[in-house]
């Protein structure tokens, strides 16, 4: 798509707009992520990957990775071998968090949102839709969802909202910002994955496995 085109496209609902449809109602009431991707279209990725980070953010240690990171392998993996619109078997489709916990999720996010949603607007998208680009993402959410998944201390936060802002990106359709989310990634998964070992012999051990 075009710049021109980017511009000349009717405005969307912004990320904390969504959130504050979402947090509306019973606060008791189960968000099925079926019905929270419905109608979303090219925007479905982001929101799945919002929604599924927010277990990261459980202070509870081993807990959040425990929920997110597979989450995030999986949306990781679709975006990966060039899924336009992300699939969850049933027994998914028909859970996800309460509307109090997307309340309190929006409330906590909700000062960084502002100020990100002044700068972040459609643009570059070439580096969302790409197959190439598409899959680069999609590498990159495998590895920092196995990573988020082990049991690294003190890391859940970190890749939460390093997560965070790949959702963003795919949410406002802003390339320039999901350039900046890989830059942040590619050094997330070299500093806790390459450097520390944990990842190489995780995903080594899958290769055995598979060989």
């Given at each position: 798509m075009t710049p021109q085109a980017d511009r000349d496209k009717p405005q969307e609902a912004g990320t904390r707009a969504m959130l504050d449809g979402f947090a509306a109602g019973d606060p008791d009431e189960v968000?099925?992520?079926?019905?929270v991707l419905a109608g979303l279209s090219e925007r479905s990725f982001g929101m799945l990957l919002f929604v599924s980070t927010i277990a990261a953010f459980i202070p509870i240690p081993g807990v959040g990775g425990a929920v997110s990171g597979p989450l995030v392998v999986l949306i990781g993996l679709q975006l990966l071998i060039g899924l336009r619109k992300p699939w969850l078997p049933g027994f998914l489709a028909r859970r996800g968090p309460h509307r109090h916990a997307m309340a309190?999720?929006?409330?906590?996010l909700s000062p960084w949102l502002a100020r990100l949603e002044r700068v972040v607007r459609p643009r570059a998208t070439g580096l969302l839709d790409h197959p190439a680009a598409s899959a680069f993402t999609g590498l990159l959410l495998?590895?920092?969802?196995v990573?988020?998944?082990?049991?690294i201390p003190f890391t859940n936060f970190l890749f939460g909202a390093l997560l965070l802002l790949f959702a963003l990106a795919l949410l406002e359709r802003d390339g320039r910002l999901m350039a900046?989310?890989?830059a942040l990634g590619a050094i997330a998964v070299a500093v806790?994955?390459?450097?520390?070992?944990?990842l190489a012999t995780m995903i080594g051990g899958w290769i055995d496995r598979l060989m």
């Amino acid at each position: 798509m075009t710049p021109q085109a980017d511009r000349d496209k009717p405005q969307e609902a912004g990320t904390r707009a969504m959130l504050d449809g979402f947090a509306a109602g019973d606060p008791d009431e189960v968000l099925r992520l079926g019905d929270v991707l419905a109608g979303l279209s090219e925007r479905s990725f982001g929101m799945l990957l919002f929604v599924s980070t927010i277990a990261a953010f459980i202070p509870i240690p081993g807990v959040g990775g425990a929920v997110s990171g597979p989450l995030v392998v999986l949306i990781g993996l679709q975006l990966l071998i060039g899924l336009r619109k992300p699939w969850l078997p049933g027994f998914l489709a028909r859970r996800g968090p309460h509307r109090h916990a997307m309340a309190r999720f929006r409330n906590l996010l909700s000062p960084w949102l502002a100020r990100l949603e002044r700068v972040v607007r459609p643009r570059a998208t070439g580096l969302l839709d790409h197959p190439a680009a598409s899959a680069f993402t999609g590498l990159l959410l495998v590895l920092l969802g196995v990573l988020l998944s082990l049991p690294i201390p003190f890391t859940n936060f970190l890749f939460g909202a390093l997560l965070l802002l790949f959702a963003l990106a795919l949410l406002e359709r802003d390339g320039r910002l999901m350039a900046v989310a890989w830059a942040l990634g590619a050094i997330a998964v070299a500093v806790f994955g390459v450097l520390s070992g944990s990842l190489a012999t995780m995903i080594g051990g899958w290769i055995d496995r598979l060989m």
